[in-house]
């Protein structure tokens, strides 16, 4: 995909409105337009980088932030007891969109497992 196509430099751009939940010079954090709990945020870098993928250690700056604040968006948000950070990568890790994004997911009530234990 390219960077014209991208949905998400798109939302980052301004070109298309979303729900801010943060924003800075080099990343944009909103809310899920399909939420899964009370508590869904989508995070990306403005920078268009299609999957953790393709990520090098130039990318380790923003990427270390992204994480780093993840916690206090959470919380601010409601999922003050905890949440889950998801970063689909690629066709068999379930990546919709081709533009790398860190799902914040979390809300007062315990999530269900992930992935079913066997």
Known sequence: MKKDDCIFCKIAAGEIPS???YEDDEILVFQDIQPVAPVHLLMIPKAHVASLAECG???AP??????????RLASEQGARD??????NTGRVGRQDVYHLHIHIIGG?????????AE
């Open 82 to 87: 905890g949440f889950r950070t998801i970063v």
């Open 57 to 59: 250690p130039e990318h």
């Open 62 to 71: 923003v990427l270390g932030r992204m994480m780093a604040m993840a916690g």
């Open 19 to 21: 729900k801010k939940a």
């Open 108 to 116: 007062p009530d315990r999530l269900p497992r992930m992935i079913a």
